[in-house]
């Protein structure tokens, strides 16, 4: 394929012809092709004024150059009149234009040419040269269209144009972002060629042994002639050929015909958790002993079900499920989608020990699902947050009639051969589960989800599947007094999908004797980072209830970083956990949430404008409760204090320890002991209240009278200094990849300043650009996209992204009062 704009040309499909005459081979790169390229670069762009430019552009329309994926709202101001409401992160929406200009070589003019966008967001349409190619109003499902007839080839130039239509407000629940926010590929192939999305792999039957390994591949011949072709089917184990089928085919003209291939792996290394292990099959398409069609699909050996009584297997292995639920955004990215971004967020969950990723409410990125394929989580790909009937005024509900079908169909075939993918969700919290109306939208979304996938359980999420009065569960559960939702007791379900409700938890074997338990959503515990309130032994529940305004709360709308406060449909972090880790019929829970994400800032309305449900906040710095998780969820060995010792003299302080792999922990202040304390039954962590002496907090844990971690907190002075970490010295030069900075504000001795919120303002030098700044403030409302930010709790986060040209980044901070820290990335 070739494909310029201005005077480059990308000559992908001239490298394949040298390619393409060889046999098949024993090394994969001997033998794929690529069929696409990265379309992301030198769009350009324009956001409509509404009142001037009244929908429409024109030749005086001012455009600007950028490249995508790209998400116009996070360049807004956040705004308390926001049609978005703080619900969508007071960030605007819009009518936006795209455009971009490029030419494709004569001799491709007897190929397909098609463009793919893997997410607009939303009500995109697109035209080529002036022809509509179509609507699509979904923002989260990528489609395709083919251009080939509407394309000038050789020195012609060819010109897209995409309307992004986010104007009408509030259509989302959370920030959804604005704009064509996922990737944008360009495939070229020949007119007889392996459909979009067009393999199906499964393994019916895997042992240690041996397994089974079925194809289903769609063929499209778009040539105006019958074709005779031989498909062949070949599996590697990374670069190294493991087996493979051949099959001649007859195909109509301008058809579609699937072919059914079979094969056996020996000996297969199978997908688990912890290691991760992939194969590819490579699909090519030869006519007249010549491949003109590669294709590949990566797919993992696994074998796993959902027991009733002993919850999740995998490989014979029970596995209790540790998942969080995520949003799409990227915390100061905004929705713009990037692949390091995602990595870092999964590279944090999996030091917590997570290993199970919800997609809420929608179709993910399909990175994030290449991402959980190569390191290991077990994904609940999410369809749904409405069906008919609507949670906002102008959302995805007002489309279900025309769009639901097609956009579930399009996720299916898209996700379907992903090993990380163990449950579709066909909706969450939909209003409909609680009639009849419901039950048969289900029946048909179940149809069509088994309809292109019989290999995993499909689930919804209902809040809850037992319609009680949970605060006197037991008392009903003993009267008998349980009323089934409609569509947890209709039979359509694999999985009875619980959001929160976890005091009916261990009654479920009761309620749905014959269907299996996953928690779809728990939790709704709410924090702030670095925040403490004085007293952390109480619980309090903010909101007092979801349809209520709060009017209570503390100044400034923190919330205490103990694990003390959840909303009244929720639980603690530590309660919902000591019930899924009891019995083994509780397969597993996905916790709300794994970060905080911009909008929905229960229990508070503006000026909060990010949420509080994050285990990490919205810089990707953990709360103290991720520490709980740790300890419970891995091998590592944990000692985690807190809060900081930065309080005034005299005063009364709650000091708690997540501690795991020791009997006790002690805990002294100035080198004198508080005291020992040692968890009891099924606590989870351990507690003193102390009046507070400046100096050195230090914790000692303990086993059999032997030291296993120490961990000391000091008193820190006035602020003096920056300090910059970054998550990686060296980047890639692509002008995608990321270096994550942290900027810890510390004394003269080099401790973090825990009270320090100074403005820090930021300068790069060299081939690269900062893309992000973040303190995790719920309540900040500087922009994410400027050059400085206010500090929380003595720390910022600062992304930097590479640009296109091997060399040095130097990033550096300043604030008033303090030492300015310069930091070096590398990229090549």
């Known amino acids: 394929m070739h494909i310029r704009k201005n005077i480059k040309s990308i000559s992908l499909w001239a490298v394949a012809a040298g390619v393409i005459l060889l046999n098949s081979c024993t090394k994969k790169e001997d033998a794929f092709i690529n069929r696409k390229v990265s379309f992301n670069t030198d769009w350009s762009f324009h956001l409509n004024d509404s009142i001037i430019d009244k929908d429409t552009i024109g030749t005086s329309t001012k455009w600007r150059t950028l490249d995508v994926p790209h998400d116009w709202s996070i360049e807004g101001k956040f705004d308390e009149k926001s049609p978005a409401g703080y619900g969508g992160g007071a960030l605007n929406g819009g009518l936006g234009w795209y455009k971009k200009s490029f030419k494709v070589a004569a001799e491709d003019s007897t190929k397909v040419t098609s463009i793919t966008f893997d997410g607009v967001y939303r009500n995109s349409e697109v035209w080529i040269n002036g022809h509509y190619l179509g609507k699509?109003?979904?923002?989260?499902?990528?489609?395709?269209?083919?251009m080939s007839p509407y394309l000038n080839y050789g020195d012609k130039n060819n010109e897209i144009i995409v309307k992004v239509d986010n104007s009408k407000q509030p259509n989302s629940r959370w920030y959804s972002g604005s704009g064509i926010f996922r990737n944008v590929w360009i495939e070229t192939t020949d007119k007889l060629h392996v459909a979009q999305w067009g393999t199906y792999v499964t393994t019916p039957k895997v042992t240690a042994e041996k397994a089974s390994v079925n194809f289903e591949t769609t063929i499209q011949n778009q040539y105006a002639a019958e074709k005779k072709a031989t498909i062949t089917t070949t599996i590697f184990k990374e670069d190294t050929k493991v087996t493979s089928v051949t099959q001649n085919i007859t195909i109509g003209a301008n058809a579609n015909q699937t072919l059914k291939q079979s094969a056996e792996v020996e000996t297969p290394i199978l997908w688990?958790?912890?290691?991760?292990?992939?194969?590819?099959?490579?699909?090519?398409?030869?006519?007249?002993?010549?491949?003109?069609?590669?294709?590949?699909?990566?797919?993992?050996?696994?074998?796993?079900?959902?027991?009733?009584?002993?919850?999740?297997?995998?490989?014979?292995?029970?596995v209790k499920i540790k998942g969080v639920c995520l949003h799409h955004d990227l915390g100061p990215l905004g929705s713009a989608i990037n692949t390091r971004a995602i990595e870092r967020q999964l590279e944090i969950m999996k030091e917590m020990g997570v290993n199970g990723i919800r997609t809420s409410h929608n179709p993910p990125a399909p990175e994030l699902l290449d991402l959980c394929d190569k390191m290991g989580f077990i994904v609940m790909d999410e369809a749904f947050d409405m069906w008919k009937q609507t949670k906002t005024k102008y959302d995805y509900g007002n489309d279900w009639d025309k769009w639901h079908k097609k956009d579930l169909i399009d996720q299916l075939l898209r996700d379907r051969n992903h090993p990380s993918i163990f449950v579709w969700s066909i909706g969450n919290e939909i209003p409909e589960q609680w009639n009849e109306k419901g039950v048969e939208i289900a029946k048909e979304l179940a149809a069509i989800t088994r309809q292109?996938?019989?290999?995993?359980?499909?689930?919804?999420?209902?809040?809850?599947?037992?319609?009680?009065?949970?605060?006197?569960?037991?008392?009903?559960?003993?009267?008998?007094?349980?009323?089934?939702?409609?569509?947890?007791?209709?039979?359509?379900?694999?999985?009875?999908?619980?959001?929160?409700?976890?005091?009916?938890?261990?009654?479920?074997?009761?309620?749905?004797?014959?269907?299996?338990?996953?928690?779809?959503?728990?939790?709704?515990?709410?924090?702030?980072?670095?925040?403490?309130?004085?007293?952390?032994?109480?619980?309090?529940?903010?909101?007092?209830?979801?349809?209520?305004?709060?009017?209570?709360?503390?100044?400034?709308?923190?919330?205490?970083?103990?694990?003390?406060?959840?909303?009244?449909?929720?639980?603690?972090?530590?309660?919902?956990?000591?019930?899924?880790?009891?019995?083994?019929?509780?397969?597993?829970?996905?916790?709300?949430?794994?970060?905080?994400?911009?909008?929905?800032?229960?229990?508070?309305?503006?000026?909060?404008?990010?949420?509080?449900?994050?285990?990490?906040?919205?810089?990707?710095?953990?709360?103290?409760?991720?520490?709980?998780?740790?300890?419970?969820?891995?091998?590592?060995?944990?000692?985690?204090?807190?809060?900081?010792?930065?309080?005034?003299?005299?005063?009364?302080?709650?000091?708690?320890?997540?501690?795991?792999?020791?009997?006790?922990?002690?805990?002294?202040?100035?080198?004198?002991?508080?005291?020992?304390?040692?968890?009891?039954?099924?606590?989870?962590?351990?507690?003193?209240?102390?009046?507070?002496?400046?100096?050195?907090?230090?914790?000692?844990?303990?086993?059999?009278?032997?030291?296993?971690?120490?961990?000391?907190?000091?008193?820190?002075?006035?602020?003096?200094?920056?300090?910059?970490?970054?998550?990686?010295?060296?980047?890639?030069?692509?002008?995608?990849?990321?270096?994550?900075?942290?900027?810890?504000?510390?004394?003269?001795k080099g401790t973090l300043a825990p009270n320090a919120n100074n403005e820090i303002n930021f300068s790069l030098k060299g081939n690269g650009k900062i893309v992000g700044v973040c303190s995790g403030d719920p309540v900040s409302h500087e922009s994410y996209k400027g050059n400085k930010h206010t500090a929380l709790a003595g720390k910022c986060l600062v992304i930097v992204q590479s640009g296109d040209q091997s060399g040095r980044l130097e990033l550096t901070a300043k604030a008033n009062g303090l030492k300015q820290s310069t930091i070096v990335i590398t990229t090549e």
């Open 272 to 318: 688990s958790v912890e290691k991760p292990e992939l194969y590819t099959a490579v699909t090519e398409i030869s006519l007249d002993d010549k491949i003109i069609d590669q294709y590949k699909t990566n797919f993992g050996i696994r074998d796993f079900k959902f027991d009733l009584n002993k919850g999740f297997i995998l490989n014979g292995k029970q």
């Open 136 to 146: 699509r109003p979904n923002g989260y499902i990528g489609f395709q269209y083919d």
């Open 452 to 748: 292109y996938d019989k290999t995993r359980p499909l689930t919804a999420a209902m809040n809850p599947p037992v319609n009680m009065n949970i605060d006197a569960v037991t008392l009903q559960f003993e009267k008998k007094d349980v009323s089934i939702n409609p569509l947890a007791g209709s039979g359509v379900l694999d999985l009875i999908g619980y959001n929160y409700a976890h005091q009916t938890y261990e009654h479920h074997l009761k309620n749905f004797p014959n269907t299996p338990f996953i928690a779809t959503e728990t939790t709704s515990g709410l924090q702030t980072r670095g925040y403490y309130d004085a007293v952390s032994d109480t619980i309090k529940k903010w909101p007092v209830s979801w349809d209520k305004k709060f009017d209570g709360g503390n100044p400034g709308n923190t919330v205490s970083a103990y694990d003390q406060v959840q909303t009244p449909w929720g639980s603690t972090h530590e309660a919902t956990w000591k019930v899924i880790k009891k019995h083994d019929f509780l397969s597993g829970m996905y916790i709300w949430t794994g970060f905080d994400y911009i909008g929905e800032p229960t229990p508070y309305e503006w000026p909060s404008i990010s949420s509080y449900f994050g285990i990490a906040d919205l810089a990707g710095f953990p709360k103290d409760v991720y520490y709980m998780y740790q300890s419970e969820w891995t091998d590592k060995t944990v000692l985690h204090i807190f809060p900081h010792w930065n309080w005034k003299a005299g005063q009364t302080v709650d000091v708690w320890a997540y501690y795991n792999k020791a009997d006790e922990v002690e805990l002294f202040v100035n080198g004198k002991s508080v005291g020992k304390r040692s968890k009891k039954g099924d606590d989870l962590h351990v507690m003193w209240r102390i009046p507070f002496e400046a100096g050195t907090l230090k914790a000692v844990s303990r086993k059999d009278g032997k030291v296993v971690l120490e961990k000391e907190i000091k008193t820190a002075g006035n602020p003096s200094q920056l300090k910059l970490t970054a998550d990686r010295s060296t980047i890639k030069a692509d002008k995608n990849d990321l270096s994550f900075i942290t900027v810890d504000i510390l004394d003269d």
